[in-house]
Nanobody
Framework: VNLVESGGGSVQAGGSLRLSCVAS????????IEWFRQAPGKEREEVAG????????NYADSVKDRFTIPLDARKNTVYLQMNSLKPDDTAMYYC????????????????WGQGTQVTVSS
C-alpha cells in the first residue's frame, strides 16, 4: 500500500480544512489507517485512526468533537475533516497504515505518506 496526502494549507483560527489520504493497492490490506501530526520541535503524535473494514474510529483527546475521520472505500480514501481549527493544530500531517490494530504509536506503522502542511493563524 502506498499513501498520498493532500488538502493542507493555511487557514485562520476557527476555520476548517479537509485532508485526504489516498491508498493505492489493496485498501483492506491496510487494516488501520491513522492520521498523525508533527509540529516543529515536537514528537509525532496520533490524531485519529480508522479501521478500513468496519469503520471504527478513535481520536486524540485534543481533537475530539472537532475532527472526524471519514473513509470512502470506493475511492480508497481516508479523510481528516478538521473544524474549529486552532493555532496549536499547526503541524505537518501524515497518514500511515498498518495491518493490525490502531495502536496510536507511530513506531508501529510501517507505511507513511509524504505529509501535508497545515498552518493555522490566530
Amino acid at each position: 500500500v502506498n499513501l498520498v496526502e493532500s488538502g493542507g494549507g493555511s487557514v485562520q483560527a476557527g476555520g476548517s480544512l479537509r485532508l485526504s489520504c489516498v491508498a493505492s493497492g489493496n485498501f483492506y490490506a491496510a487494516n488501520c489507517i491513522e492520521w498523525f501530526r508533527q509540529a516543529p520541535g515536537k514528537e509525532r503524535e496520533e490524531v485519529a485512526g480508522v479501521y478500513t473494514a468496519g469503520g471504527s474510529t478513535n481520536y486524540a483527546d485534543s481533537v475530539k468533537d472537532r475532527f472526524t475521520i471519514p473513509l470512502d472505500a470506493r475511492k480508497n480514501t481516508v479523510y481528516l475533516q478538521m473544524n474549529s481549527l486552532k493555532p496549536d493544530d499547526t503541524a505537518m500531517y501524515y497518514c500511515a497504515s498498518r495491518f493490525g490494530r490502531c495502536t496510536g504509536a507511530a513506531e508501529d506503522f510501517p507505511t507513511w505518506g509524504q505529509g501535508t502542511q497545515v498552518t493555522v493563524s490566530s
